[in-house]
């Protein structure tokens, strides 16, 4: 069936240090989004890419989707404690039929 | 934080015993989604409404059944409860659908079969 991945499922990082976190789908999405789950909490939403190769920001978190639509990537600069948390993405396979990926969990070491 | 809360926030029951987890929201929201939450499987959809009595099924509906009456409420009913469904459920919102508009979480329902 259609899935959607996630690499890697667990990173840790010493402070300051840069993170990555890549999605990929087994087919082409009609978009993705991101969400980002403290531990404990529940997910909360960080953004939607629509567009083919779209890039977004916002302050330190770099929001890139693929060329082909079937993958995507967030790029944390700079980590910091308050970073900490899964993050997910999730796409849209046919219309309104999200699929979450497994998520990436981020620890941060002071 | 969206108006949407769960009840009860923790359970535990033993297998074959019917149970019921609600999700009430404030915000008059159109859609209304169940997604269970295990390790390694992100979040994965049960049910979800499209309005009230409107309601269809998600990638691991077996086992589960919905009810939506109001515009402001989602029911969720484990029939009869398995081990199986040991997990952390959790309720979402949307104004349009899922695909096209961000979804608001609930804080989540610890629920434990014995």
């Known amino acids: 069936g259609q899935q959607v991945m996630q690499i890697p499922q667990y990173q840790h990082v010493q402070e300051g240090e840069d993170f990555t976190t890549y999605c990929n789908s087994s087919t082409t999405l009609s978009n993705i989004q991101w969400y980002k789950q403290r531990p404990g909490g529940h997910p909360v939403f960080l953004i939607q890419l629509v567009k083919s190769g779209e890039v977004k920001k916002q302050k330190r978190l770099t929001f890139q989707f693929g060329e082909a639509k079937k993958n995507s990537s967030l790029h944390i600069t700079a980590t910091q404690t308050t970073d900490v948390g899964t993050y997910f993405c999730a796409g849209e396979t046919s219309y309104d039929k999200v699929i979450f990926g497994p998520g990436t969990s981020l620890s941060v070491i002071p | 934080d969206a108006g949407i809360t769960q009840s009860p926030r923790h359970k535990v029951t033993e297998t074959g015993t019917p149970v019921t987890l609600r999700c009430h929201q404030t915000?008059?929201?159109?859609?209304m989604y169940w997604y269970r939450q295990d390790p390694g499987h992100g979040l994965r959809l049960i049910h979800y409404?499209?309005?009230?009595?409107?309601?269809d099924k998600g990638e691991v509906s077996d086992g589960y059944s919905v009810s939506r009456s109001k515009t402001e409420d989602f029911l969720l009913t484990l029939e009869s409860a398995t081990s199986s469904q040991t997990s952390v459920y959790f309720c979402a919102i949307s104004e349009g659908t899922s695909g096209s508009s961000e979804q608001f979480f609930g804080p989540g329902t610890r629920l434990t079969v014995l």
């Open positions: 915000e008059n929201h159109r859609y």
């Open positions: 409404s499209y309005g009230v009595k409107d309601t």
